[in-house]
């Protein structure tokens, strides 16, 4: 099975975010890089598939600029076989990404597309559903378990109040949830290996897409700020104040 | 031009007050846009959902019937909704960021090849959209080109709309699905039971985290602390993760967005994907033995203490609170 994983480069969630005086964007300068967690977690899920059918290729995309080879890199040293780099410095909405990502899609030919379910940077949670709808595919989004029998594919999803199992045939989308596995680490040998596989960079002015934003952030604001409260000292003062001061018991 | 076409999710036979929050949020935006607010309800059968919907005060209900509605499926609904957009003519397509909204509106904007903005908390006088990014940590100001743009909005950050005077006129549409494009299948929705009052909904939150060690904790200790304060269980991630409670219980920016009144956190260390999904409740209080952990930082009322104490003791506490 040929499996397209696209991934994105967003700061580590355990950075400390904090927005530019000018509300221009984020303070970059101590911000640690690597691939949204939720894109590891489909990495993970591809290379499980290839291991268990014994056959396949994983191919890595990303829309982005050139400091996102590093995360590829470490997507190839997972054991993704190639990578492909859609080079642009214009900052897109996911309406351009998902088109570039669907021209990528009709020019490599996948069995299935798998996406992380959200970018915890932009926190959209849109690219993989706009995907699916422009390729005409089905879409299997928040996926906690994936199985296939032949080209048939059932997928647990988390939604509101349980589990939802929907089934499709392939050619299809899915997106991850946290609960689908647990990421491998890159090894060293597969760090080596890396370096010599294949990453291509295909300008994205040469895919004939359109790339005008529709969708423009005006500014950042920091939220307002929670005032920290106080300490109580037992049980007894939690309950009492949650009554008679806070009233809300 | 400015009408807005509000997509009211149903669950069970009923509306969820998560979709009469997009009711209220849709009139706002229609009427800072100059246009109507129009309700829509997607279904194999849905006339008593339709005269339900009639009730909050909507310029017009649009029931949507077609077979391939019976259960939810994004490709069938997408096509649905994307057919009626364009015959109406309106400039926003607005939802509830839940489950259902996230899967579908996106899918949907692709088809009508409109922008779309996640989870809006606020909506400008300008028509400019406000949209937390970063788990929390900025407020995005949002504009958008094009006829049509679509919207989902976070449920805690708009109240329900409330039943109006007069019951708003109800048109039947059959919907316009192609079968043939229609390609996934329903096949079972596992539903976790519960008496307790929806998270999203509910008017006080307890939520367990990695302190409580196991599933057996949940129930022993920290479910009759719920039950006693009438409260919704949640969780953080950990505790979902380590398979304690079932997953739709996880609060936090991947998870759910809860904005209680009450809001108590036991044995949760708060970090900042947490947060995100808890910081906007009115009161927050927190009970961690760990007297340098984040939560509280957040917190208005802070207790360090072993929860394996103070739970049960809470528990009489507020027995006796409730005797008295
Ligand atoms: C992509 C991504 C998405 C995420 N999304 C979410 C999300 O939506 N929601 C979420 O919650 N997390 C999310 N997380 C995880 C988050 O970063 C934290 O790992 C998680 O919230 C920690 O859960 P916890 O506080 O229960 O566990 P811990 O951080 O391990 O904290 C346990 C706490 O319990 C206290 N404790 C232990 N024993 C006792 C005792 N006997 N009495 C009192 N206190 C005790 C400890 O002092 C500690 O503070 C996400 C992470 C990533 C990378
Ligand atoms: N620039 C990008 N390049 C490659 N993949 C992306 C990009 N942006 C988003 N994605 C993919 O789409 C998923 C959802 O992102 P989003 O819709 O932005 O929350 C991510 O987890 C990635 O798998």
Redesign the interface.
Known sequence: MKILVPVKRV?D?AT????LPDGSG?ATDNVKWVINP?DEIAIEEALRIKEKQGSGEVVLAAVGQQSWQEQLRTGLAMGADRALLVRTDAAL???AI?RLLAKLAEDQKPDIIILG??A???????????????L???????A?KVEFQDRKC?VV?????????????LPAIVTT???LNEPRYASLPGIMKARKKELKEIPAESLGVDLT???????????PK?Q?????A???E??Q???NE?K?? | MGDVLVFAEHQQGKFPKSSLTAILAGQELAQKRGGKAVAVVASDNPDSLASELAKYGCAKVVALAHPALKNYLADAHAQALAALVKSSGAEYVLATATAMGKDLMPRLAARLGAPMASEIVAINEDGTLIRPMYAGNALATIEMDGPVKVVTVRATAFDAAKPADSPAPVEKVNAEIDGASARMQFVAFNQTKSDRPQLIEARIVVSGGRGLKSGDNFKTVLEPLVDEMGAAMGASRAAVDAGFVPNDLQVGQTGKVVAPELYVAVGISGAIQHLAGMKDSKVIAAINKDEEAPIFSVADYGLVADLFKAVPEMVQEVKKLKQS
């Open positions: 700061p969630p400390t975010i904090r927005v984020i939720f909405d996911t309406l998902a379910k959200q915890i940077d932009d926190d959209s949670n849109q690219v993989g559903q706009m995907l699916a709808e422009m005409g595919w089905p879409q299997a989004t928040f906690s059932t999803r988390e939604v509101d109040g349980g589990l939802e199992t929907i089934g499709f045939d949830d946290l609960r934003p529709k969708l423009k952030i005006k500014k950042l604001d920091p939220p929670r920290a409260g106080r300490k109580v037992s049980v007894e939690l309950v104040v949650l009554h806070a809300v018991i």
